[in-house]
Structures are given as C-alpha cells and as structure tokens.
C-alpha cells in the first residue's frame, strides 16, 4: 500500500482514526480485567502476609514468587513466551483478541502490587475496630480496607494504565493491531515520519489526559 497519493486527514480517517479506537479497546477491556484480577490478588497477599487476618505463609510466598516472575519479565518476551497459553484461550496469537492475554497477564501483577500496598497504608486501628465489632473478613476487606483506600488505589491505576498503554503499543509489534502497528507498519517501515510523530503526539495526549484524570479523582476522593 503506497500512502504518497494521500493527504494527511485521508490517512488519519484510514489508519490512524481506527488504531487509535483499536487502542483504546485494548486498553480498556485489558485494563478492567487486570484491575479486577489484580484486587483478587492484592487480597489473597494482604490476607495470607504474617500480619494479615488468615497468615498462610505458603500460599503468601509462592503468590509473592509468581507476582515477582512474571513483573521481572520484559513485556514483549512475556507476550512471545505464553503465545501457547493465548492461542488455548483466544484460539489464536494475533490480533486484538488475543493481544487482551498478555496484556492482562503482565498488568495483572502490577495491579495486585497497587492493592497490597494500598491495603497496607489502612491504618490497623481502623481494622482491629471492624474486628470487635465482628465484621467478618470479607466486611473489613470491603468496607474498611478497600473504601479507605481507594485514593491511593485510583493513583496507582492510573499508573497501572499508563504502563499498560506502552504495552498496547510493543504489542504491535506481533500483529495485535492499534497505534503501535500502524506506527511500525506505515510509519517505521515505509519511512513515513508524519505518520510515525503523529501517534506519537497521540500517545502522548492520551498519557496526559489519563495522568490528568487520575490526578483529579485521587484530589476529589482524598
């Protein structure tokens, strides 16, 4: 595809246009999931830590050892390394779809780090209380832990985004579609570098308007 006969609102409204949006479902669904596995995780670790409300010294070390493998791993040789597993799941390595696996899979860990450590700023007090009142686990978690929280929690998603917006990028490298592919693909590769700089600009604003979003709800719910 020669792109030198098109104007440059022709080829945001062809290739850029649809990878942003391309991106942006990624990121999204991506996102939702590891936040949500993550709060899984984040719980098991606070719960089974030596100081936590059912200490499990086993299930809290081999949570901590998967949790610290998989961050060590560089996002693009995470993604190749369980293509096995995303072709199991998805029934195949390439595309949106299947792009929605390792990227859960890698946000995933950093998200459960988030939640640990934000359920660790709660003040015990707050905690011991809930347990003379017999709140059960479940109630401390929810209601204590999680709602005195959540500002911290919201500043270190919008991180946890930012970070999974990068990898959304390298995954299109691999075929997984959005603004990394066609910055590579018609940008990179067919020496293109209006198209190459203008994702970047766009990269660049959407870094600046989720770091501006988390800002505003973490002042709002402090």
């Keep these: 595809m020669t792109l ?17 949006w391309a991106t942006l479902k990624m990121l999204a669904i991506s996102g939702i999931l590891s936040v949500i596995f993550g709060f899984i995780v984040g719980v098991i670790l606070i719960l089974t830590d030596k100081d936590g409300l ?3 010294r086993v299930i809290y070390r081999i949570l901590d050892i998967v949790v610290n493998i998989i961050r060590s791993f560089p996002f693009i ?15 195949s390595s390439i595309g949106e779809t299947a792009a ?31 347990q003379s009142f017999g709140a059960t686990k479940a109630q401390i978690v929810i209601k204590v832990m999680l709602v005195e929280s959540v500002p911290s ?6 991180l946890g985004i930012i970070n999974l917006l990068g990898a959304t990028a390298m995954a299109g490298a691999i075929g997984a579609g959005g603004l990394g592919a066609t910055a590579l693909t018609y940008g990179y590769q067919n020496f293109n570098e209006k198209i190459m700089y203008s994702i970047v600009v766009i ?14 709800l973490y002042k709002k719910l402090k």
């Design 153 to 158: 929690i919201v500043s270190g998603i919008s």
């Design 203 to 216: 990269l660049i604003i959407l870094v600046a308007v989720i770091q501006f979003l988390g800002d505003w």
């Design 77 to 91: 040789i995470l993604m190749i390394s369980i293509i096995p597993l995303t072709r199991i799941i998805v029934g």
């Design 100 to 130: 929605l696996v390792p990227l859960t899979v890698a946000a995933t860990p950093f998200m459960g780090r988030i939640f640990q450590s934000s359920f660790k700023e709660v003040d015990p007090a707050l905690i011991e209380a809930a």
């Design 54 to 56: 059912s200490p499990n």
């Design 4 to 20: 030198k006969n098109y104007t440059m609102q022709q080829i945001f409204e062809m290739l850029i246009l649809p990878s942003l």
